[in-house]
């Protein structure tokens, strides 16, 4: 079984420039998160979804925007970057529900905006 | 107040020793838990280790358990024979209450294995 997958793998912006994150999750798993991790420091949560509706939004500005399809696969978009969102973007997808595990991470989308 | 704090920023380990890397964590939640996960150069984030508050067990995975002290709230993960694949970012993680469903990461420690 594939496991997340993520695309592109690295993507060089401009600032001011938007950009378009994908992720698809583990086939049946239907919630989708994604987090930011800077170089040198734990992720930080920025958006859960979970059967395509928003259930949780991390502490972003509201540049960063998000949306999960039919097929359970997610966008993460960023609008007028700033090169302070130069970071590792993870996606993470679960079964939902109150699973204790299954947290699974994807390799990440490595974004410089220069 | 940090709610995941891992205070050691890097640690050494010789090849086939066991290593301690510490986690104490913050929360009002009496429902929560506890994840390590390990980062490889890579990027990836490949899940290691589970703890439910309420588990009365210390969580065991092979090689990796974690030593849980709910009443220090401290969550440490032990790694027995260590081994040079095992050379990464490990961090603590936590999941508070029953309908957040977010991570709360701390800020990682770079653990290298020594031959």
């Known amino acids: 079984d594939a496991g997340v997958t993520q695309s592109p793998t690295h993507l060089i912006k401009t600032r001011g420039q938007h950009v378009t994150l994908r992720c698809s999750p583990i086939s049946g798993h239907k919630s989708v998160s994604w987090y930011q991790q800077v170089l040198g420091q734990g992720p930080q949560f920025i958006f859960q979804?979970?059967?395509?509706?928003?259930?949780g939004r991390g502490n972003f500005p509201d540049r960063f925007s998000a949306r999960q399809f039919p097929n359970y696969s997610s966008e993460l978009n960023v609008n007028a970057l700033l090169l302070g969102d130069s970071a590792l973007y993870l996606c993470a997808s679960s079964a939902g529900g109150f699973s204790n595990y299954g947290y699974t991470f994807g390799s990440g989308t490595r974004l410089t905006v220069v | 107040a940090q709610k995941i704090t891992q205070t050691q920023p890097g640690m050494f380990v010789q090849e086939k020793e066991a290593v301690t890397l510490d986690c104490t964590y913050d929360t009002s939640d009496q429902s929560y838990g506890l994840f390590w996960y390990k980062q490889p150069s890579s990027g990836e984030m490949i899940f290691l280790i589970y703890q439910g508050s309420y588990d009365e067990q210390n969580a065991t995975e092979g090689r990796y358990s974690l030593n849980f002290q709910k009443a220090r709230k401290s969550a440490n993960l032990v790694i027995s024979a260590s081994q040079l694949g095992d050379s990464a970012m490990y961090f603590c993680a936590m999941r508070e209450g029953t309908g957040r469903r977010a991570l709360t990461f701390g800020s990682g420690t770079r653990l290298q294995v020594q031959p």
């Open positions: 979804y979970y059967e395509k509706e928003e259930r």
